[in-house]
């Protein structure tokens, strides 16, 4: 069975729908800047969206709604989607997030901090009738999401899937990450030289998964999810995880190496992950295949941004355009991968899509466009 | 058609296998009463201590249930309903009071539910699929359909399947083990007989 | 500095939930890191924290934890020298 992914959508400090974020990528706009945290933080580079701005388009989709704003988050990604595809009796709601309300914490409110409790609301807000599915996987969430609607579709436990992701800016995470040592003090630079580090960033995305066959959609081609079995936090050294991950999703999709046009990979800026990636795409013979992290103009949106990201690939291929990695100028791997440094139009049909998170998970994707979708 | 070969059922007083008491608490703590388990079980894991209260219960009722297991590829679908809120709490205690401000990357890096399937992964080194899920109870219905899954297009050999809870003191651990041959037909009735 | 070093040998124990081991078993010139007490990346940021909370010495650059945490006599000498508590 074949399983695509159809309408997409995307609020974000780069804008409130996709192809607003991608007009900003395609000019170069990144959303990372100094962004003040609290009075012992200080400010941060990040991404965060306007408040003024969103709360004014949140206005044209519900002006009554009295909610977290992480529900506002959730619903103004999923209305589009959902008055382009209207719900069944066996639709399922599909969410990916790493903290959920978590800011809910700060104001000694731990029941509004529940998880589960924040896929319900926005499950009863749309209607759906079955109940939601909630992957809480760190920052693989998002694309083992679409993985889990992909399965959940072909096993017929749902005939489509609104797959959404989300991920906060707070102080609960900044201060966690600052513990760790591995924030940036300046714009994020993934696979580069002089890297020292992340960025955080937040975003709420969208998408509707299903088993039609429609002109403008991209195929789920092969998808796994492979924990390397290694570190709590840090990554295995030969990249063992990701690597098993792409080599199943290259066997599920029967596909080589060398028929990847494009590598959407997760690039946080740290020095760790980014040379984990570049050994274990150096091993499948992946090294030459231009590359990019989308870090660089969103931060790191945990939850969301294995979503986030696929939606941006999406962008890619329809459009048949490789975007820049932000912040990357010199080799600082010590295995070279082909890092993309310039806007090029070339025509692009399969994409792999990659994420790696604390607790040793990685996820891959395989997309592929449809032969017969043009747009230019 | 599948069958559960095992289950562990930890709770507040005691540890059963297959619905047997093997073990019945004698502490007062949590930590106390997961520190006699670990002992009994005569294994050298320094990293259990290191562990929060919920990643230590997916520890004690993973290694129950994987003793004399041989497979390596073996799928980690574990899910509960509070994720890790217990140690969020804990991190949030740490940077609550801007004038005594020390977060911890010890607390922190547990504050993310699947890492309990990464310390499980570690301990028995399974390169596997895994997943978190998070309701407000187990989810019978899809989890029993997605395990099958896993096992008919070979994505896993056998399905760890746990539900993990662990707050503010209460706490709760099922998991069961489904694979070709067993002593349960994998069914959701059984499922739902050993998550109680 | 004796008392100083047998008082991090504890502050080392709790910190790192090193539960089977007692500060009789640390030698002040043992490796902390390595095979030593088996510490991994986690635990050298968390001596990090240890500094700044126990002894109010904050690290302008946490590469330098690799030398002051080689033993706790390395530690106790830095200790000694830059506590602000």
């Known amino acids: 069975m074949a399983v695509f992914i159809h309408d997409t959508n995307i609020i974000s400090p780069l804008g409130f729908s996709t192809t607003d974020n991608f007009q ?40 009554d709604f009295k909610g977290s704003r992480i529900e506002k988050l959730l619903i103004a990604a999923l209305s589009p989607i959902v008055e382009k595809n209207s719900l069944k009796n066996d639709s399922v709601l599909i969410l990916s997030t790493t903290k959920g309300n978590i800011a809910a914490l700060a104001n000694n409110d731990l029941n509004a901090a529940f998880i589960d409790q924040l896929a319900l609301n926005i499950n009863s807000y749309f209607g759906f009738k079955k109940e939601p599915i909630v992957v809480s996987n760190a920052c693989t969430s998002g694309v083992l999401a679409l993985s889990i609607a992909k399965r959940f579709i072909e096993m017929e436990q749902c005939s489509n899937a609104y797959v959404v992701a989300v991920d ?18 300046e714009p994020c630079k993934p696979y580069d030289a002089d890297r020292t580090g992340v960025n955080l960033g937040e975003a709420a995305v969208a998408v509707f998964v299903s088993n039609e066959d429609r002109t403008e959609s991209v195929q789920i081609l092969g998808d796994a999810n492979i924990n390397d079995a290694n570190h709590i936090s840090g990554p295995s050294r030969t990249g063992e995880g990701l690597f098993l991950s792409i080599e199943k999703a290259l066997n599920e999709a029967q596909i080589a190496s060398n028929q990847i046009d494009y590598i959407s990979a997760h690039g946080t800026a740290t020095l760790f992950n980014d040379e984990m990636e ?43 355009v490789l975007i820049p990695s932000f912040g990357y100028q010199q080799q600082g791997t010590t295995q070279q991968i082909n890092i993309i440094t310039k806007k090029e139009s070339k025509a692009l049909k399969t994409a792999l899509k990659t994420a790696s998170g ?13 032969e017969d979708h043009v747009r230019n | 058609m599948y069958a559960i070969s095992k289950f562990i059922n930890i ?10 008491q093997i073990f019945h608490n004698q502490e007062d703590t949590f930590a106390a009463f997961m520190k006699n388990v670990y002992k009994s079980l005569n294994i050298s894991y ?58 911890s990357p010890a607390v922190f890096v547990y504050t993310l539910p699947n890492i309990t399937i990464g310390e499980v992964s570690i301990r028995h080194q399974l390169k596997s699929e895994s997943a978190f899920f998070v309701a407000e109870k187990y989810q019978t219905e899809y989890l029993h359909k997605y395990a099958e899954y896993l096992l008919k297009t070979n994505k896993a050999q056998k399905v760890l399947c746990g539900w993990i809870h662990f707050l503010e003191g209460n706490y709760k651990a099922d998991f069961y083990l489904v694979e070709k041959i067993g002593i349960l037909e994998h069914s959701k009735e059984h499922i739902n007989d050993i998550i109680k | 500095m004796d008392a100083l070093k047998q008082e991090l040998k504890e502050r080392i124990v709790n910190a790192l939930n090193l539960e089977d081991i007692s500060t009789e078993d640390i030698q002040d010139n043992d490796p902390l890191f390595g095979d030593g007490l088996g510490l991994d990346s986690i ?20 590469k330098l934890g690799k030398e002051i945490f080689q033993s706790v006599e390395t530690m106790a000498q830095y200790v000694a020298a830059n506590r602000t508590k």
């Open chain 2, 46 to 103: 320094p990293k259990f201590y290191k562990m929060d209260d919920l990643c230590k219960l997916a520890f004690i009722a993973s290694e129950l249930l994987l003793q004399n297991v041989t497979e390596k590829d073996i799928a980690l679908l574990f899910s509960n309903n509070e994720a890790s809120l217990d140690t969020d709490l804990k991190h949030q205690q740490s940077i609550q009071n801007l004038e005594d401000y020390y977060p």
């Open chain 2, 11 to 20: 709770s507040q007083h005691v540890v059963c296998e297959n619905g047997k």
């Open chain 1, 168 to 185: 906060e800016l707070t102080s609960f995470v900044v201060s966690g990450f600052q513990s760790f040592q591995a924030m940036s003090n």
């Open chain 1, 358 to 370: 604390f607790g040793g998970s990685n996820s891959a994707m395989i997309l592929i466009k449809k």
């Open chain 1, 278 to 320: 570049a050994i274990a795409f150096n091993r499948l013979n992946l090294q030459n295949v231009p590359t990019n992290s989308l870090k660089g103009y969103f931060g790191h949106t945990l939850g969301a941004s294995g979503l986030l990201e696929t939606v941006i690939t999406i962008e890619s291929l329809k459009n048949n």
């Open chain 3, 43 to 62: 635990d050298a940021l968390e001596l990090i924290v240890l500094l700044d909370k126990e002894y109010g010495i904050k690290l302008a650059d946490p």
């Open chain 1, 24 to 63: 900003k990528i395609l000019s170069g706009k990144s959303a990372i800047e100094m962004v003040f945290i609290n009075d012992k933080i200080g400010s941060v580079y990040a991404g965060k969206i306007n408040e003024d701005l969103f709360n004014d388009h949140f206005q044209s989709i519900n002006a």
